[in-house]
């Protein structure tokens, strides 16, 4: 064989031994990433029960330190909760040593201080769980158990961006006049034999005041984040203007994501698959009115998008708010960990994971079972979705690699 000819042979052999090679490690770190998450589904469903009991096992911390040292810039509490159900029952048992109106915003909530100096906010029940909010997909009352069940979602998702929320019942005559300030206490009435209150806030009216059933109010509480951990608030690129007649540059411009990639914080670091992360999440409860959304101060875009205020969810489980997605399928893109989390979720899986996630709550049954059906018509949906983007584009440039290492140090 001439020299030229071996040197082509070399040349060719060479070429099939690093294709082969990159092949195989590629198709190794795939299986291992797939195998990992398949690992942590199954982790997740182990853990699904939370039972609300006061102990704390090997521990000395109370539970609001617990709770606090759990969150770092990309998760609020980690994928190992022991004690997440001794911080659950806390929030919703500790005795409250004080009640003013809540934080500024437009919906009614109050912020109460437990024993031990945790704050939480405390959403009051509005409409009974059968009753469907029509109109407009951001129409309504915040719903308290949509804030319940959406915690779990993101649990049970694996986003862990998510605030804890568990339902509460409170005695308004006994465990918060008595503690209330005066700008709270001078918003309590009467109406027949209930006690109610309308607070402060945009939308707060003194004709449409949240009654309790006599002096028992059900809610939901949110634990408050530490305060070491400052919020930013960002407008969110997909937001609605709430202007009848005026369209928002995503609902008319179909190359809207381009812009969106070409601006910070999302030209680089992981804010724009957190976006999509988040469409899917409020596409599954039927939340169309993330207009902002916060993230830790001075985080350069490397901090997770936080789940917060999910209120305006669950309320007509017939309607499937596509725009919602927009995110999703202006940018056709989703993190691998998320395509296959969703995947795993099928088949009724989900329903019943969030119904089992959810038993143990006091407000138990948080949902009713319509709005548990859409769940699994909406995911349905979503995968449809990310499909019509792979058949377009192929699944190397529609899944992302995006796994981020966590420290809890």
């Known amino acids: 064989m001439k020299l030229k000819q071996r040197v082509v042979l070399l040349a060719i052999l060479l070429v099939i031994f690093i294709f082969t090679k990159v092949f195989l490690i590629d198709n190794l770190d795939t299986s291992a990433a797939h195998r990992e998450d398949q ?3 199954q982790r997740m469903l182990a853990g699904l029960r939370v039972a609300l009991e006061p102990r704390l096992e090997h521990t000395l911390q109370s539970p609001w330190e617990i709770a606090a040292q759990w969150v770092v810039p990309r998760e ?12 659950m029952h806390a929030m919703s048992t500790k005795k409250i040593i004080k009640a003013d109106v809540g934080y500024k915003g437009t919906q009614l909530k109050a912020l109460l201080i437990l024993e031990g100096g945790q704050k939480v906010v405390f959403k009051p029940k509005r409409y009974a769980r059968d009753y469907v909010v029509e109109g407009e997909p951001y129409a309504g009352y915040d719903r308290h158990n949509a804030e319940v069940a959406a915690f779990h979602l ?6 862990r961006r998510a605030p804890l929320v568990v339902g509460r019942f409170v005695n308004l005559r006994t465990e918060i006049k008595p503690v209330a300030t005066e700008q709270l206490l001078g918003t309590f009435m009467t109406v027949g034999n ?11 009216r003194e004709t449409e ?14 634990l408050w984040l530490p305060d070491v951990w400052p919020l930013q608030k960002h407008r969110h690129p997909w937001g609605r203007t709430y202007r009848e007649g005026k369209l928002a540059r995503w609902e008319y411009d179909e190359s809207y994501c381009d812009a969106v990639k070409k601006t910070s914080p999302y030209d680089s670091g992981p804010r724009l698959l957190d976006i999509i992360d988040t469409a899917i999440f409020d596409y599954l409860i039927g939340n169309a009115d993330r207009h902002h959304y916060e993230s830790f101060q001075d985080d350069e875009g490397a901090s997770m998008l936080i789940l917060l205020d999910n209120a305006k969810s669950f309320g007509n489980p017939a309607l499937d708010e596509r725009s919602i997605l927009a995110p999703l399928y202006q940018c056709c893109i989703i993190r691998v960990s998320t395509w296959n989390r969703l995947n795993y979720l099928k088949n009724g ?13 006091p407000i138990s049954p948080v949902l009713s079972t ?3 059906d859409a769940l699994d018509q909406r995911l349905l949906s979503i995968l449809a979705t990310v499909k019509q983007c792979t058949d377009q584009f192929g699944p190397d440039v529609v899944l992302v690699e995006d796994r981020m290492t966590l420290s809890h140090l």
Do not use: Q, W
Request: glycine share 8%; net charge negative.
């Open 154 to 159: 993101d649990r049970i998702l694996g986003f």
């Open 39 to 41: 690992r942590a589904f």
């Open 76 to 87: 609020v509490y980690p994928e190992d909760t022991p004690e997440l159900g001794a911080v």
């Open 370 to 372: 319509p709005h548990l």
């Open 194 to 204: 209930n006690t109610c209150f309308y607070g402060k806030c945009y939308y707060c």
């Open 349 to 361: 899986v989900l329903k019943s994971a969030l119904k089992t996630a959810m038993s143990h709550d």
């Open 209 to 222: 005041p949240a009654c309790a059933d006599g002096d028992i109010m059900e809610g939901s509480v949110t």
